[in-house]
Structure formats: C-alpha cells, structure tokens
C-alpha cells in the first residue's frame, strides 16, 4: 500500500467521523426539552434590537441614539459593508435636531464619494416620502372631485 492510499482512507475516516458527531450533537440539542424555548428568546431578543423606539422629546435619549448610530455607522464602515453605514449615517441625520450641522460636520470627516451617497440616500428618502404625502392630498381631491 502507498502511502498515498493511507493518508486519503484516514483523512476519509476523519471526515466521517467529524461528520457523525456533528449529526448526533445537533440530534442531541434539538431532543433538548428547553430548545424551543431558547430559540424563540434569542429571535425575541434580536427583534427587539431592532425595533428600538427612542423617545425624541427626551434629549438625553436622543443623544444617545445618536452617539450609537454614529458609532455602527463607524464601526460598520471599517469593516467594509458601506450600506449599513450610510443607514446608520441616514438615522443620524434624520434624527438629529440641527441636521444641517450633522451634515456639514459629516461632510468635513467622511471621504467625499461616501458623503455623495449619503447625500443621494437622503434626497431619495424625502423625495419617496413627500411622493407619498402627494399621493395621499391627491387621494383625498379625487375623492371631493367624485361628490
């Protein structure tokens, strides 16, 4: 026998083996009375990350928000995935009470392509909301227009 022969039965044997405890480990976790229950926890708990309301008459609340969504909105950018950022850019934007500042300070700190999209994404936001605002005056005349 080659040795050849020998190093590819053992690394098939190891193979095997790796794959066999991996189906008895999740066979055993999912026989676990309380997996369920566990499962739904952590889905509740990060759907509650997400959904977080912020109460904006409160300053100190918003500060807050604000000083963490430019600190995702940092953290996000040095790992590479530019779209979540601009997203956490865009809420720190929308929810500031001067965004005029936020926007210049943002301007003199991020690289000027960056800035552009952010730019685009915040005109693309008012424009599909005041679209809807239009749309929604436009449903109310049509309906004055039929009486």
């Not at 066999?20 to 480990?25: L, P, Q, T």
């Not at 953290?75 to 865009?90: D, P, R």
């Not at 909301?129 to 109310?140: D, F, I």
């Amino acid at each position: 026998m080659s040795s050849r022969f020998v190093l590819l039965c053992a690394l098939g044997l190891a193979g095997s083996l790796f794959v066999g405890y991996c189906v008895y480990f999740d066979r055993k976790r999912r026989s676990d009375p309380n997996y369920k229950r566990k499962v739904l926890e952590k889905r509740r708990a990060k759907s509650t990350k997400r959904g977080v309301m912020i109460n904006l008459k409160d300053p100190k609340a918003r500060e807050e928000f604000l000083a963490q969504e430019l600190m995702l909105a940092n953290q996000k950018m040095m790992e590479g995935n530019l779209e979540e950022s601009i997203g956490h850019l865009v809420n720190t934007v929308q929810f500031a009470p001067n965004p005029k500042i936020v926007l210049y300070n943002l301007q003199q700190t991020l690289p000027p392509p960056l800035f552009s999209i952010l730019v685009q994404t915040l005109s693309s936001l008012a424009g599909s909301s005041r679209g809807q605002e239009e749309s929604g005056a436009g449903a109310s005349a049509e309906a004055e227009d039929v009486d």
